[in-house]
Nanobody
Framework: VQLQASGGGLVQAGGSLKLSCAVS????????MGWFRQAPGKEREFVAS????????YYADPVQGRFIISRGNAQNTVYLQMNSLNPEDTAVYYC???????????????????WGQGTQVTVSS
């Protein structure tokens, strides 16, 4: 099982980035997928979640209206489009997979079974 996050980088405030999470070793459509982030000195926090079919999504309040999570099950990839970035979005971003039976967005890190290695996002002011 492998989750490979990519797409991070350095961007100015107000800019955009699109993260990708390519999965292998399991069937993506069977998993609820999420994005989390961890800033230096802070705990890992929920960013966004998407159900197996992609029909339902859920976002943390700080990113609501700016970030969009999506998935391409046929491509085995999950995405996070990040717009209107600000310095508070600076963190390492992780994708995670949850095989819970109930197909609904999941927000707790402990509920997720598999994790990617993270990709750094840095937003300059």
């Amino acid at each position: 099982v492998q989750l490979q996050a990519s797409g991070g980088g350095l961007v100015q405030a107000g800019g955009s980035l699109k993260l990708s999470c390519a999965v292998s070793g399991f069937t993506l459509r069977r998993y609820i997928m999420g994005w989390f982030r961890q800033a230096p000195g802070k705990e890992r926090e929920f960013v966004a979640s998407i159900t197996r079919s992609g029909a339902n999504t859920y976002y943390a309040d700080p990113v609501q209206g700016r970030f969009i999570i999506s998935r391409g099950n046929a491509q085995n990839t999950v995405y996070l489009q990040m717009n209107s970035l600000n310095p508070e979005d600076t963190a390492v971003y992780y994708c995670a997979a949850d095989q819970s039976v109930v197909d609904e967005p999941r927000t707790a890190p402990a509920e997720h079974d598999y994790w990617g290695q993270g990709t750094q996002v840095t937003v300059s002011s």
